[in-house]
């Protein structure tokens, strides 16, 4: 029984997205890279108990150190960007450092996945804009005409790699779930920075059937 309940929690993180690395877990506002983060944070949960949102639980899993260390899972629920930040100050060992405002909280960056991103199909979502805390500074929308389509516009998120805080919002409130969620918060900003220039890089088009005729013909909608 307990091996069925062992095995249910490390399927349960795997689909969380908890299980690829210690390095790929989100940290709240204010923490290290992981290594500083790890060797100051005592796991007392003195954060967690401050969040109004619940957005941070205690780590569990395989990665020895981390384990009862504060973590998110944006998808579930996203920080919010908390103007006085409670978390932070509460924490006993400044592990959680100050920051001068909400807008300088750095937990990663959010990723867009063109293939899937329905917005870049040439449907009308911008959820993740409207989710945005910072609309048109971290998400703005790049607009130009569909492909051979004169008549509909593209509104493409895209995302400001200095002003986005990595708070996941966007992420919760992405509308896609199949086969994949289109946006991503990744930790590491360079890695996320790479991996935003291969996306732009893509040439993906927004003409009907180029995405196997899943989405509407132009001018249905
Ligand atoms: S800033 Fe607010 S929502 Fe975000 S982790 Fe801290 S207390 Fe929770
Ligand atoms: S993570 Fe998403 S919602 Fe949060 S600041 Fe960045 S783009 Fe905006
Ligand atoms: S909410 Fe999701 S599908 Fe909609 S524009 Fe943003 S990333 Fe794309």
Known sequence: MAKV??????????VAGLADSSDDLLRPPGAGD???????CIKCGRCIEACPYQALYAQTGAFGAGIGAPTLN?????????????????????????????????MGLAVIDREHCIAIKGMRCEVCYRACPLIDRAITLDKRVRDNDYIHTVFEPII???????????VERC????????????????DAIRQI???QAKEISSAYGASEG????????
């Open 74 to 106: 944006v998808r579930n629920q996203a920080c919010r960007m908390c103007e006085d930040m409670p978390c932070i100050p509460v924490c006993p060992t400044g592990a959680l450092e100050k920051l001068e405002t909400r807008n300088d909280i750095r």
């Open 160 to 170: 400001d790699v200095d002003a986005c805080t990595g708070c996941g919002l966007c």
């Open 34 to 40: 992981e290594k500083d983060f790890l060797s100051k």
């Open 175 to 190: 509308v896609v779930t199949d086969p994949c969620v289109p946006i991503k918060i990744v930790r590491d900003r360079e």
């Open 214 to 221: 899943k989405w509407a013909p132009a001018g249905s909608y």
């Open 197 to 199: 220039e291969e996306e």
């Open 5 to 14: 309940a062992a095995g249910a929690i490390v399927a349960a993180e795997v």
